[in-house]
């Protein structure tokens, strides 16, 4: 066995032809490098790999699941979101050095003999993707100015005007 094993890696010596499921559970600082640590990923992330076995290629898919540690954009309460990701790879069957299409990077040639395809670096990538580009707390009333936002419009009119439209209409009214 080799000593740099990967953090996520398949067994695909021998591996029959179907659908085989494999599961992981991992911590953030298992992948050694810092920047998962950052986004707040501190808690325990589940990953489930499917991969579909033909005569011809190995198609893969990631998925990650974990609890992330975030704070809210706008008033930078704490707070915890279930992020997931995915990401689907081709490992098709060649010689190695032949490259089939270079420019997209979810087709990879993998060796015939090979015995373990290594998705560390995969499952890192999945997983930063999966960090939600806006957070914002849905139930903490101190966090004013998102709330305000989310009611400002009135019911009665909503289908026929923007709140932007309605209070410029209340202001014709009052200066008419
Ligand atoms: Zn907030």
């Known amino acids: 066995m080799s000593k740099e094993k990967g953090v996520i890696e398949i067994r695909v010596a021998g591996l029959s032809e179907g659908v085989h499921l494999y599961d992981f559970t991992c911590k953030a600082t298992d992948f050694k490098k810092p920047e998962l640590a950052e986004p707040g990923f501190c808690n325990d992330i589940c990953v489930k790999v499917v991969a579909n076995k033909t005569d011809s ?7 990650t699941k974990t609890v992330a540690e975030l704070s809210c954009d ?3 309460a704490p707070l915890k979101k279930e992020v997931t990701g995915e990401y689907r790879i081709f ?10 299409d ?4 979810n087709y990879r040639v993998l060796d015939r003999n090979a015995s373990v ?3 560390t670096e995969d499952v890192r990538e999945t997983l930063l993707l999966s960090k939600p580009l806006k957070v914002v707390c ?3 009333p101190g966090c004013s100015v998102y709330h ?3 009611t400002g419009g009135d019911d009665k009119e909503k289908n026929a005007k923007s709140p932007w439209r309605a209070s410029l209409e209340k202001l014709k009214d009052k200066y008419h």
């Open 57 to 63: 290629e190995i198609t893969v898919d990631i998925e």
């Open 74 to 76: 706008i008033c930078l």
């Open 91 to 100: 490992f098709v069957f060649g010689e190695p050095g032949s490259n089939t």
């Open 102 to 105: 270079a420019q997209d990077e």
């Open 117 to 119: 395809i290594d998705l």
């Open 138 to 140: 849905i139930d903490n």
């Open 148 to 150: 305000e936002k989310e």
